[in-house]
């Protein structure tokens, strides 16, 4: 079975800061990693995801994200934050045709 | 190309009463999932299923939920009697067959007074 840790429950951050969200897994399985992101009183949208070739992928609004096998990581991270980023993020593994999700963390923008 | 649809976005109950959601996947998506998101955690898969056929159902409570997708296409899931524990956000999600993404509608938010 697979696990998902997301260290932080909530991460406050100034606007233009830089931000690190952090992701562990486990799983006893080869799996896919994911990261969504969800805006207030919206659904679930795919922001990055990880399948296979390049540990670094990318998103379209500046997010980043590496795997890393050997610490069985996954964090999420953005070198400059905007007011429009505030949101909600969710780590996502899956493994053997499982999605499993992380408690989420809370991103906070203050000006 | 049109999204996972859901309704009602909203529903308030009282417990004990029945209530029912509606999903409509993206087309030519056999794969449909049933996941409860309660506040301020993660979404919790209830249940899968590929085409009409149930895939997972071990994390349904099958004594109050049940779900059902008949022609493959649409389904429907129910809470029959509701507690106050089931309020949460309902997300449906589709993909392809073994495809590793699934794209999420925008939820049911139920409460349950």
């Known amino acids: 079975a697979q696990s998902v840790t997301q260290l932080d429950s909530q991460v406050p951050v100034f606007e233009e800061a830089p931000v690190e969200l952090r992701c562990n897994y486990s799983?006893?399985?080869?799996?896919?990693l994911f990261w969504y992101v969800q805006y207030p009183n919206q659904g679930l949208q795919l922001l990055l995801k990880y399948l296979s070739g390049s540990t670094l992928v990318e998103s379209i609004n500046g997010f980043e994200a590496e795997f890393n096998k050997s610490q069985t990581s996954f964090h999420l991270r953005k070198p400059s934050v905007h007011i429009s980023d505030t949101a909600e993020y969710f780590c996502a593994v899956m493994g053997a045709q499982k999605l499993v999700f992380g408690q989420g963390t809370r991103l906070t923008i203050n000006p | 190309e049109a999204g996972v649809a859901q309704s009602p976005r909203y529903k308030i109950i009282e417990k004990r009463q029945s209530v029912a959601f509606w999903c409509n996947p993206i087309s030519g998506h056999a794969t449909l999932y049933w996941y409860q998101q309660i506040l301020g955690q993660g979404p919790k898969l209830l249940i899968q299923?590929?085409?009409?056929?149930?895939?997972?159902d071990s994390q349904l409570p099958k004594d109050r939920f049940s779900a059902e997708r008949l022609k493959g296409v649409d389904s429907t899931l129910k809470i029959q009697p509701a507690k106050l524990e089931d309020s949460a956000v309902y997300l449906c999600?589709?993909?392809?067959?073994?495809?590793?993404?699934?794209?999420f509608g925008p939820g049911t938010r139920l409460t349950v007074l």
């Open positions: 799983s006893s399985v080869s799996v896919y």
């Open positions: 299923f590929q085409n009409n056929g149930v895939v997972d």
């Open positions: 999600a589709s993909s392809i067959p073994q495809g590793p993404r699934q794209y």
